[in-house]
C-alpha cells in the first residue's frame, strides 16, 4: 500500500465529522503570532519539601518549641502546622517529648537538622529566561525558539498569517503562577527551580508558530467555521480568541457562493464515472489506515486489506471525481510516477508551492527522459506570479532544453495537470495552493479520467493555444 502522507490528509480524515452538519472544507498551514520575550525572574533551587514543611523545620531550628507558637508565627490554623508537624515525625524529621508541666516540646531529630540546614542554605537568585509568549492565547507558552519561525520563512513558504492582540506584554500577564505550571509541564525530569517573582519581560523578537487551520462550512457556503490544530490537537483555547477577533472572515477565509461544478468541465459522456460519496468512501477507508499508522497504533489486518483493496478501486476508476483533500497527492504523485510526458497549467506559479524539492523532482523526470510543459497567465493585479519561481523553472528549462518548455498564456480559466494518460480538470490552482489566500474557497471540483486518447486529445488542444513561448 502506498505509505507517503500528506500531514493535511491525515488531519482531514481525523477531523472531517468534527462538526455535524458541516464539511470540512480546507487544512492548510498557519501561523500564530509569537513574541520571543526574555523574563527576568528571582528564583531558586527547588527544594525538597514543600513550603509549610520548610517553615516548620526552619521555626523548630530557631527555638518555637509548641504547635502554637508556629501556628502565630506564620498565621496558620493550630491543625494545619499539627497536621504538618505529624507528617514530618513519620519522615523522621521532628521529635517531641511529655514536659514535666504536661505539655508537648518540639524538636529536630538530628536527620531534621540537617534538612533545616540545607534548606536554609537555599537563597534566591535572578535570572534571565526566554519563553515563547502566544500572542493569540495571550499567555507565555512551553515552546521552545526552534519550533518558531521567522516573517521571511512565513511568506516563502505561503503560509496565512492568523491574527494576535496588539499591545505590549507586560509583567502582569506573565505570572510567576504560569511559569511555574510550565516547567512542570516539560517532558523531562522534575525542574531544578521554582521561579518566585517575576521582575521584568522584554520583547526579544516577534516570530511564529506553524500551526494547521481547518476550515468548515454548511452547504450554502454562508456559514464558516475554523479551528486550529497545534501538533495534531485541536486547540479551544486558539478557536476562542480567534472567533472573538472576526473568525474566518478576519483571516480571509470566505466561500464563494456559486457552485463550483458549474466552472469545471466534466468528461465526456463516454466515460462512466462514479459518484464522488463512492470516491469518498473508499478514500476514507485508505485514509484512516494512514492515520492509524502515522499514531502507531495497532492496525487490524481487515483495514490493511480494505485500504489496499480501495486503492485499486480508485485506479481503475476510468472518469471519478476528485476528493476535496487529494490534489496535493496528485500532484505529488505525477512528478514521483510519472513516465512519459508531464503538462501542468496553472494561472499563477508561486515558490512556496515550485520549491527546491518541486525543481529538484522535475530535473530528475527529464534526467529519466520526461517531457515536461508548464503554462501560466500573465500577471494581474491580485494573481502575480512569484518571480523567483519563475526563475527557477527558466533555470532549470536551461539545463534541459528539449524537454523543458514554459509559456505564459494569456489567460488560464481552466487548471489542467495531465501525467502520461491520466488527465485531470478541476479548478484547483496546481502551482500555487499554498499562496492563494485572497481566493474564495468553494466546495472543490474536479474530475480524474485515465485514458490515453483523452490525454492526447488535452495536450493538442493546450499546445494549439496562442501562447509567448517563453
Not at 5 to 28: H, Q
Not at 250 to 259: H, Y
Amino acid at each position: 500500500m502506498h505509505s507517503a502522507f500528506d500531514p493535511a490528509i491525515l488531519l482531514a480524515e481525523k477531523y472531517r465529522s468534527e462538526r455535524p452538519g458541516l464539511t470540512l472544507i480546507s487544512v492548510e498551514d498557519a501561523a500564530v503570532p509569537v513574541s520571543w520575550i526574555a523574563v527576568d525572574v528571582l528564583a531558586q533551587e527547588r527544594k525538597r519539601l514543600p513550603l509549610l514543611d520548610e517553615f516548620v523545620l526552619r521555626s523548630i531550628n530557631e527555638g518555637l518549641d509548641s504547635d502554637v507558637e508556629i501556628a502565630q508565627l506564620l498565621g496558620l490554623k493550630v491543625a494545619i502546622i499539627q497536621r504538618t508537624i505529624a507528617e514530618q515525625m513519620g519522615r523522621d524529621l521532628v521529635s517531641r517529648r511529655l514536659t514535666v508541666g504536661g505539655n508537648w516540646k518540639l524538636a529536630l531529630t538530628p536527620q531534621g537538622q540537617s534538612t533545616a540546614s540545607d534548606l536554609a542554605s537555599v537563597s534566591p537568585r535572578s535570572l534571565s529566561l526566554g519563553y515563547a509568549f502566544d500572542r493569540l492565547g495571550w499567555c507565555a507558552t512551553a515552546f521552545r525558539r526552534s519550533a518558531l519561525i521567522g516573517k521571511d520563512e512565513v511568506r516563502s513558504r505561503g503560509v496565512r498569517k492568523l491574527l494576535g492582540r496588539p499591545g505590549d506584554v507586560s509583567v502582569d500577564d506573565v505570572t510567576s503562577v504560569a511559569l511555574n505550571n510550565l516547567l512542570d509541564d516539560r517532558d523531562e525530569e522534575k525542574p531544578r527551580i521554582e521561579i518566585i517573582s517575576v521582575k521584568k519581560v522584554v520583547v526579544k523578537a516577534r516570530l511564529f508558530l506553524p500551526v494547521a487551520l481547518i476550515a468548515f462550512a454548511d452547504e450554502n457556503g454562508k456559514e464558516v467555521q475554523t479551528a486550529i490544530c497545534i501538533d495534531g490537537e485541536l486547540s479551544g483555547q486558539h478557536e476562542l480568541e480567534l472567533n472573538k477577533l472576526g473568525g474566518a472572515e478576519a483571516v480571509g477565509i470566505t466561500m464563494n457562493q456559486e457552485f463550483a461544478a458549474d466552472r469545471v468541465r466534466r468528461p465526456s459522456s463516454s466515460f462512466a464515472t462514479t459518484s464522488l460519496s463512492k470516491v469518498e468512501v473508499l478514500r476514507s477507508a485508505v485514509v484512516r489506515t494512514r492515520v492509524a499508522q502515522f499514531e502507531g497504533r495497532q492496525v487490524d489486518s481487515g483495514w490493511i486489506e480494505s485500504a489496499e483493496q480501495a486503492e485499486l478501486a480508485l485506479s481503475n476508476f476510468q472518469s471519478r471525481p476528485v476528493d476535496r483533500f487529494e490534489y496535493r497527492e496528485l500532484l505529488v504523485g505525477s512528478l514521483e510516477k510519472t513516465r512519459r510526458r508531464l503538462v501542468i497549467f496553472s494561472p499563477v506559479i508561486r515558490s512556496a508551492t515550485v520549491d527546491g524539492m518541486f525543481v529538484d523532482r522535475l530535473g530528475r523526470l527529464m534526467q529519466s527522459g520526461v517531457s515536461v510543459h508548464i503554462g501560466y497567465g500573465k500577471d494581474r493585479d491580485t494573481r502575480k506570479s512569484d518571480a523567483s519561481a519563475i526563475h527557477s523553472l527558466h533555470e532549470i528549462g536551461r539545463k534541459h532544453r528539449d524537454l523543458f518548455r514554459l509559456s505564459q498564456f494569456e489567460e488560464i480559466d481552466e487548471p489542467v495537470l495531465v501525467s502520461d494518460e491520466v488527465l485531470i480538470m478541476s479548478d484547483f490552482h496546481w502551482l500555487s495552493f499554498k499562496g492563494d489566500h485572497d481566493r474564495p474557497y468553494q466546495l472543490p471540483t474536479g474530475f480524474i479520467v485515465r485514458s490515453q486518447e483523452a490525454s492526447d486529445n488535452e495536450c493538442s488542444r493546450l499546445s494549439a493555444l496562442d501562447v509567448s513561448g517563453r
